[in-house]
């Protein structure tokens, strides 16, 4: 049996209403003459639909009211009950999206046919609404389960990296003090400063591979620090490639030597940029330029301003990037079968992707396998200027 709270605030009217419905074999669960009553009635015993005077008389809580609460909180199907109402409370009604109105005075059959209507139509939404958790439960679900896995992977990609990559310096810092300890008394000071060189490159090289490692956890745990400062991009970019050539000098570890072409077109003077991360970014891709690219090759930059927007372009003529490594090139700890000789952890671009974006920027790439890479980071100046 049907349970039915009846709100109505005549008193013989709502009696009626009752009568009327207990002979077409409903059960009234209240009458309940006030809007400030109805929320208790519904708590005190929960119906399965409420008939509603959508006026209610002049008191504070009108039926409209009372039945946005009842859908929001309870999702209880109402039928406004109306008599004379003006066009803005029936408007206000519908706003609520009831499941009916009936128009006073009604015969029973009126108020059979507006019951049973919206009883049937609650139960296919309420049918609907319950799939529909159904799915994004299993939705979720399914999000997390990949997540699992995504987790799982990156796991396994920096212990496979982390086994390789490391264990290579460790072998040299290890080889180079034994065998200072065990022959250094008979060898020349420059040949124990050669030693020692070893082990200092050894120990630079494994401080950047954990240096890449902190920096890519603050990148996915979004603590790195976006701290953006007027400078002139053009000579930030001379700077840095100043310094980047001057490093490769100096580093006896350094794959290749290559030749550098930096051209500019346009002009900005002045953009608000945070130091730091362009540095990383552009670094990482001069970087793998160098890493990928034959000996004494050379190594395009190009800064173009464009619309209040700076293009950096490296480009190199190197190993390029397979078809099916493509789809991979941004994700942490990802290495190419045939970059798998060349030293590094595969967390650059993943990082300088992701810095691009805190810039509010994007970085894409071009390459085919054995022809070269093109990778362009576009910043708009605008964004934080």
Known sequence: ????????????????????????????????LSGVEVIASVLREPPDLVLMDINLGQQDLDGVAIAAQLKSQFRLPVIYLTGRSDEVTLARGKATEPFGFIIKPFTERDLRVAIETALYKHQAEQQLWNRNLILE??????EVLAAENDLEDL??????????????????ILLAAETLESYGNNWTRDKQIERIHRIEAAVKYLTKLLDNVFTFGKAKLDESEFQPVEIDPEQFCRDLIAEFQAAQEVDPESPNQINLIFAVSGMCDRASIDRKLLKQILTHLLSNATKFSGESDTIWFDLKFIDRVAEFTIRDRGIGISEADRAHVFEPFYRSNHASLIPGMGLGLSISKHFA????????FTSAEHQGCTFTFRLPLDTHS
């Not at 049996?1 to 207990?22: C, H, N, R």
């Not at 439960?137 to 399914?142: G, I, P, Q, V, W």
């Open 1 to 32: 049996m049907k349970k039915i709270l009846v709100v109505e605030d005549e008193p013989i009217t709502a009696d009626t209403i009752s009568a009327q419905l207990g002979q077409l074999g409903y059960s009234v669960t209240d009458i309940v």
């Open 357 to 364: 974006t805190m810039h509010g920027g994007e970085i894409s």
């Open 137 to 142: 439960s299993e939705l979720d679900l399914r």
């Open 155 to 172: 796991k396994a990609r920096f212990v496979n990296m982390a086994s390789h990559e490391f264990r290579t310096p460790l072998s040299v």
